[in-house]
Nanobody
Framework: QVQLVESGGGLVQAGGSLRLSCAAS????????MGWFRQAPGKEREFVAI????????YYGGPVKGRFTISRDNAKNTVYLQMNSLKPEDTAVYYC???????????????WGQGTQVTVSS
């Protein structure tokens, strides 16, 4: 069982930056691939970024590539999402999730946080 708690969301102007954190409970954090997803009102949950078990590999969704960076610290059981050059269309609830499979589909993720709101004003 893994419990995930996101933090770091908030209101920011377009062009600004935010850093999201996701703290995981349990001793098996390093055995999970970690992903970030987001969901805007009226839209389906969207893949944002993924990082493999030891952080060697990352992959990003098209809309955020080049602006967002995912990282993890296994000693702290935490995964991060650094978001730069934010745009109004980045406004959404952001979720972290854990999976044993390096996939971008949300269906393969076993554990989810409660989400943190990111709002980007124009």
């Amino acid at each position: 069982q893994v419990q995930l708690v996101e933090s770091g969301g908030g209101l920011v102007q377009a062009g600004g930056s935010l850093r999201l954190s996701c703290a995981a409970s349990g001793r098996t954090f390093s055995s999970y691939v970690m992903g970030w997803f987001r969901q805007a009102p009226g839209k389906e949950r969207e893949f944002v970024a993924i990082i493999t078990w030891n952080g060697d590999n990352t992959y990003y969704g098209g809309p955020v590539k080049g602006r967002f960076t995912i990282s993890r610290d296994n000693a702290k059981n935490t995964v991060y999402l650094q978001m730069n050059s934010l745009k109004p269309e980045d406004t959404a609830v952001y979720y972290c999730a854990a999976s044993q499979h390096p996939r971008t589909a949300p269906q393969v993720y076993d554990y989810w946080g409660q989400g943190t709101q990111v709002t980007v004003s124009s």
